[in-house]
């Protein structure tokens, strides 16, 4: 191969020079006059939580739902056999979903 022509130096960029209105600003925080807006990210996370529970509850009272189902007695039982199949696809398609991402994980990033 042959050497292709040289590679010229990167130019040295001059350092940034802060500007008054960031001065202030760091002024401000240090001194305790300025705090920091954080109900957006508040709002975000309790958003968040929210979803989540959710989830879980709905996750629990499908599962509830399927093992009274199996455990009541046959006079009892109101699902169909398509509902029940549903159900039982629904959850164990969750279940299987965490497995092979958590054996995923873990086969991935063996260090952990």
């Known amino acids: 191969m042959s050497a292709g022509p040289p590679i ?3 130019p040295v960029e001059p350092e940034p020079t802060p500007s ?4 202030k600003e760091a002024a401000g925080f240090q001194k305790g006059d ?3 807006d954080e109900a957006v990210r508040t709002n975000i996370h309790i958003a968040g939580l929210i979803v989540f529970w959710v989830f879980i509850s709905t996750g ?3 599962f509830l739902v399927l093992a009274w189902h ?3 007695p046959s006079n ?3 699902l169909t056999p398509e509902q029940r199949d549903d159900l039982q696809m629904a959850l164990l ?3 299987g979903s965490s497995f092979a ?8 990033n063996p260090k952990r």
Do not use: N
Not at 20 to 23: G, I, L, R, S, V
Not at 101 to 108: D, F, G, H, M, P
């Open 8 to 10: 010229p130096p990167v």
């Open 20 to 23: 008054p209105d960031a001065e």
């Open 34 to 36: 300025l705090d920091r």
């Open 60 to 62: 629990l009272l499908l």
């Open 70 to 72: 199996l455990g009541a």
């Open 76 to 78: 009892l039982r109101f």
């Open 93 to 95: 398609s969750g279940i």
């Open 101 to 108: 991402t958590l054996v995923a994980k873990r086969w991935l």
